[in-house]
């Protein structure tokens, strides 16, 4: 039996790619917008069960959970955060540079 998991797939600036590979993340070229890189990060139920208590999502940004997914400096180059829940909902977070 596969237990439920939430898809975060994380674009990221492709400006850091080398601290990526630092990290020795995996990550793919977005198919969408190809000066972004993606890295999909998977959680169980109690995963985000953490997740959702330790960040307030009225004040979330894909910066935010970039950071506490990846790592601070990381969080920096996060352009958009896409969740994709057991469900099937799909949730987007996408940061706007004013």
Do not use: H, W
Not at 17 to 34: F, T
Not at 38 to 59: G, H, P, R, T
């Amino acid at each position: 039996m596969t237990l439920p998991t939430y898809n975060f797939f994380i674009q990221l600036d492709m400006y850091c790619q080398e601290l990526l590979d630092a990290c020795g993340l995996d990550y793919i070229q977005s198919e969408v917008d190809r000066t972004k890189n993606e890295v999909c990060i998977v959680l169980d139920k109690e995963e985000y069960a953490e997740l959702i208590s330790d960040l307030d999502f009225n004040n979330c940004s894909a910066q935010k959970i970039c950071s506490y997914l990846l790592n601070p400096e990381l969080g920096e180059y996060a352009t958009k955060v896409t969740v994709e829940e057991p469900s099937g909902d799909i949730v987007f977070l996408k940061s706007i540079k004013k």
